[in-house]
C-alpha cells in the first residue's frame, strides 16, 4: 500500500475521535438527536486544531445513510465518499483561492438544487475570512433565505475579517488549542498501531514543540520516524526541533527564581553551544513560570490537571518556595524581552541580560512585602513609654 502520512491516516473520522474539542462535539451531537441542526456553523481557531476535520465529520453525521446521526457508521456510501473527499452534496471550497464574487455566485447557483443522493449539500468554505467584501454579499443573500436542503460550515483563523452580517447568522464554535499531554496521549496511540517504540518524554517534547497543534504534531511524528526509525527517545526528538528538555527548563527556572546567576549563565551557554532555539527557550521559560504563577496564586486552578506528573510536582515545589508577587514581576520582565527577543542581533546576550534581571526580580523583596513586615512589627512592638501621643491613643 502506498505510504501515507500520518495526519492522514489518522485523522478522526467521528466526533469520538477529537481530542480536547468536547464543547463543540458535544454541542453539536445535542442538536442532531433533537433535530436542531443550524444552517450555518462558524468553526474559529489555530491552525491544525481540527476545523475541517470537525466540519468533515459534521458532514458525515448529517448525511451518513443510517440518518442524520451523531455517531456516522462510516460504511455506507456516503460516509465513504466523505471520508475519501469525493462526495457530491459535501463540496470543500478553499477561500483562499476561490475569493470572488464568481465563486460564490456558482455556489448560489448550484446551491438551488437538491442534494444528487444525500439529505443535505453541504458546503464546507475554508479560511472563509479570505472572501472579498463582494463575495461575502453575494453569500449574505443565501444565508438570508437559505434553501432547506444547504448547509454552510465556514472554517477561519481570523473570525474579526469575517463581516457582522454573516457571523450573527452563524452559529459559532471556537477551537481550543489542544492541551501537550491529550495531543501526547494520541501520539501514544499513533505510535502503539504503526510499531513506533517512542517514550514518553518523547512525545511529550513533540507535544510541547507543537503547541497545541494536533497537525503539526502529527507532522513532526512522521518526520521524526523517518529521520530515526522506528525508536525515539526524547533527546531525537530535542536536537531535531531544537528544543529544551523540560527537566533543563525547569532547572533554568530554579536558578532564576534561587538567583542562581552562576547557573544560569552556564544553562544558557550549554543552549547556545548545542544549537537550541533560544527564542523557544524564553518562551517555554514564560509558560512554565506562568504556571508557577497561577499555582502560586490560586493553588485550586485547574492548571496542575493539564501537566504531567513530573511538571505538576516541579510547578508545586517551586511555587510552594516563592512569593507570587515576586514571581508576577519577573514574568514582565520575561514579557518585555521575548518582544525584544525576535529582533535581537545578539539573542545570547539579551537572553542572559533578561534573565539576570529576572532573577534580581526573584530575589528583591516587593514592596507589599515590606509593609507586610513593618505591619508585623508593628504588632510585635510594645508600645514606646516615652510617646505621648501613643499613650494617648491607648487610654
Ligand atoms: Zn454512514
Redesign the pocket.
Known amino acids: 500500500m502506498a505510504y501515507e502520512v500520518i495526519a492522514r491516516k489518522y485523522r478522526p473520522q467521528v466526533f469520538t475521535d477529537v481530542v480536547g474539542q468536547g464543547h463543540i462535539t458535544d454541542t453539536l451531537s445535542r442538536a442532531i438527536e433533537r433535530d436542531r441542526v443550524a444552517h450555518a456553523y462558524l468553526f474559529v481557531g489555530p491552525r491544525g486544531t481540527g476545523k475541517t476535520t470537525m466540519a468533515r465529520i459534521f458532514a458525515?453525521c448529517l448525511n451518513?445513510?443510517?440518518g442524520s446521526t451523531p455517531q456516522?457508521?462510516?460504511?455506507?456510501e456516503?460516509?465513504k465518499e466523505i471520508t475519501m473527499g469525493n462526495s457530491m452534496d459535501v463540496l470543500e471550497i478553499d477561500g483562499a483561492s476561490n475569493n470572488g464574487v464568481e465563486a460564490v455566485r456558482e455556489i448560489r447557483e448550484n446551491a438551488k438544487f437538491g442534494a444528487n443522493n444525500s439529505r443535505y449539500k453541504i458546503y464546507i468554505i475554508d479560511e472563509v475570512h479570505m472572501l472579498s467584501i463582494g463575495a461575502f454579499n453575494a453569500l449574505l443573500k443565501t444565508l438570508e433565505e437559505p434553501p432547506p436542503h444547504v448547509k454552510f460550515f465556514f472554517a477561519t483563523t481570523e473570525p474579526q475579517k469575517i463581516p457582522a452580517t454573516i457571523m450573527s447568522r452563524c452559529q459559532r464554535f471556537d477551537l481550543r488549542r489542544i492541551l501537550a499531554r491529550d495531543i501526547a496521549g494520541r501520539l501514544r496511540f499513533i505510535c502503539e498501531s504503526e510499531g513506533v517504540d517512542a517514550s514518553e518524554d518523547a512525545l511529550m517534547a513533540i507535544a510541547r514543540g507543537s503547541q497545541g497543534g494536533m497537525r503539526d504534531a502529527q507532522s513532526a511524528l512522521d518526520q521524526l520516524i523517518a529521520f530515526r526509525g522506528k525508536e525515539l527517545s526524547e533527546e531525537d526528538v530535542l536536537s531535531v526541533f531544537g528544543l529544551v528538555s523540560q527537566r533543563n527548563l525547569e532547572a533554568l527556572a530554579e536558578a532564576v527564581l534561587t538567583h542562581d546567576i552562576p547557573g544560569l549563565l552556564d544553562a544558557i551557554a550549554t543552549f547556545d553551544q548545542t544549537g537550541k532555539d533560544l527564542e523557544r527557550v524564553l518562551v517555554d521559560l514564560l509558560e512554565h513560570m506562568r504556571n508557577v504563577l497561577i499555582h502560586a496564586y490560586s493553588p485550586k486552578s485547574d492548571l496542575l490537571k493539564e501537566l504531567t506528573d513530573s511538571q505538576a510536582a516541579v510547578v508545586q515545589a517551586q511555587a510552594a518556595k516563592t512569593d507570587p508577587a515576586r514571581v508576577s514581576n519577573l514574568l514582565e520582565t520575561l514579557l518585555e524581552a521575548e518582544s525584544r527577543l525576535k529582533h535581537s542581533l545578539s539573542k545570547r546576550t539579551l537572553l542572559e541580560t533578561s534573565l539576570i534581571r529576572a532573577a534580581r526580580d526573584a530575589y528583591h523583596v516587593t514592596l507589599d512585602e515590606v509593609l507586610q513586615q513593618i505591619e508585623a512589627l508593628k504588632e510585635g512592638l510594645p508600645a514606646l513609654p516615652d510617646s505621648e501621643s501613643d499613650e494617648k491613643k491607648k487610654s
Do not use: S
Not at 456516522?72 to 455506507?76: G, I, L, M, R, S
Open positions: 458525515k451518513c445513510e443510517t456516522p457508521c462510516n460504511t455506507c456516503r460516509c
